[in-house]
Structure formats: structure tokens, C-alpha cells
């Protein structure tokens, strides 16, 4: 079994700062990309920031200057650092990795349960 467990989640005011964390354990051969996802009420689910295991970083245009995406490989922790906070970051996020249980076996899509973040003043 693997788990996700996020946490860095709340209110905080347009302009403020947050930061998420996403701690993976269980049991974990090696995990490609780490990545965190945001689904805002009535929107899809949307990729706001990924991260390879060699620290090459990707980012939505919508976050990109404002958000920092970082891993602790050592930890199997993601972090995404949200700086400059805007009412249209408010979303519930999802942290999703990418990784395999087994040296013989492929590489799956695992979910946290998602953390609140609401930009409001």
C-alpha cells in the first residue's frame, strides 16, 4: 500500500504565502515525478506544478514566477511553496506521484487526498 498525505492547507489573504507538503510512504521501490494538482469548484483538475527525480521542474503559466515546486528525494517529500496568492488559486490541491512498488513492475499514478487552499480577504 502507498500513501499520499498532504498537508500545509487554509485560509491565508490575497497576496500572502502558503506552503504544501506531500510526504509519500509505504511500499515504494522509486518514484519518477512528483506533482501537485488543483481542482477549483465546477473546474477540472489541473496540473499547477510537476517535478522529475532529477529536479527538472514544470509549471502552469497561471503560477509560474509565483509558485516553487521542490522534492526531498531522500524524504519521498514534495513541497510546493505559493507565493503572491491570488482569490483564483483557490482550490482544493492534490498531490500525485508517479512511481513504481516493484523493480519489476510499471509505474502508477498515486493521489493524496487534497488539502483546502482558500486565497481570501
Known amino acids: 500500500q502507498v500513501q499520499l498525505v498532504e498537508s500545509g492547507g487554509g485560509l491565508v489573504q490575497p497576496g500572502g504565502s502558503l506552503r504544501l507538503s506531500c510526504a509519500a510512504s509505504g511500499s515504494i521501490f522509486s518514484i519518477n515525478t512528483m506533482g501537485w494538482y488543483r481542482q477549483a469548484p465546477g473546474k477540472e483538475r489541473e496540473l499547477v506544478a510537476g517535478?522529475?527525480?532529477?529536479?527538472?521542474?514544470n509549471y502552469a503559466d497561471s503560477v509560474k514566477g509565483r509558485f516553487t515546486i521542490s522534492r526531498d528525494n531522500a524524504e519521498n517529500t514534495v513541497y510546493l511553496q505559493m507565493n503572491s496568492l491570488k482569490p483564483e488559486d483557490t482550490a482544493v490541491y492534490y498531490c500525485?506521484?508517479?512511481?513504481?512498488?516493484?523493480?519489476?513492475?510499471?509505474?502508477?499514478?498515486?493521489w493524496g487526498q487534497g488539502t483546502q487552499v482558500t486565497v481570501s480577504s
Open positions: 500525485n506521484a508517479y512511481l513504481q512498488t516493484h523493480p519489476l513492475g510499471g509505474s502508477y499514478d498515486y
Open positions: 517535478i522529475t527525480h532529477g529536479d527538472t521542474t
